[in-house]
């Protein structure tokens, strides 16, 4: 079988995407398979630049085709922050929660007008024989001043998107990937994918 290597060791990042990729007929592994492969650091200070150093890399470590992502989160009232930073927010080995809890304490004087946001994920592409090939993918919506759900990852406790009364947290993973960022970002890289497997 054909493989695609996703350029992670996110596992809730990994799982998201597989479920989105199941009908292109390829086996989805991630960085856990290639452990000579290491840390790869992401100093870009772009969600483009990142997504795309991961993919190349991996790429270039295995020789299969590889999809390297990178999502942010960008408060509009913050500037676009955490933006790039997202995953490392609150320090270079942060938790979800911590990440959540400094978000939380960053907002908490802004009113619900002035809490807008959306996610962003960026999705690249790098295989034999092709260019690379990179997406974006957009969910908008607003921060809450608590978490809710349980479910997703990251910031998703405390991101309603637009026209929902559920955070990312609370939908369960299809709902999720028919509205999100990334589900967004996978739904426009099938087709260069499906090109290129078939």
């Known amino acids: 079988m054909k493989q695609l290597v996703i350029a992670t060791h996110n596992r809730d990042k990994a799982r998201e995407i597989t ?3 199941f009908d292109i007929g390829v086996e989805v592994l991630t960085l856990d398979a290639f452990p000579q492969i290491g840390t790869i650091v992401e ?3 772009t969600l483009e630049g990142n997504a795309l ?3 190349a890399a991996v790429h270039h470590a295995t020789g299969l085709p590889s999809l390297g992502d990178d999502t942010g989160l960008e408060v509009h009232s913050l500037y676009g922050e ?3 930073f997202s995953s490392r927010y609150s320090g270079e080995h942060a938790t979800y929660a911590e990440n959540v809890a400094k978000l939380i304490a960053a907002m908490k004087h802004f009113p619900p007008r002035r809490r807008g946001a959306r996610f962003r994920c960026v999705l690249s592409f790098v295989a034999p024989g092709t260019g690379p090939r990179t997406v974006e993918g957009v969910c908008r919506g607003t921060i ?3 978490p809710r759900g349980t479910g997703g990852f990251g910031y998703d406790p405390v991101f309603l998107p637009e026209g ?3 955070t990312l947290a609370e939908m369960d ?3 999720k990937n028919s509205i999100s960022h990334r589900g967004r970002a996978v739904g426009k890289m099938l087709p260069i994918l499906r ?3 078939k």
């Open 195 to 197: 090109e290129f497997f």
């Open 53 to 55: 150093l991961k993919a």
């Open 173 to 175: 993973l299809a709902v």
């Open 144 to 146: 809450l001043e608590k």
């Open 82 to 84: 955490p933006g790039v």
């Open 19 to 21: 479920a989105l990729l």
């Open 43 to 45: 100093d870009s200070d």
């Open 164 to 166: 929902f009364d559920m």
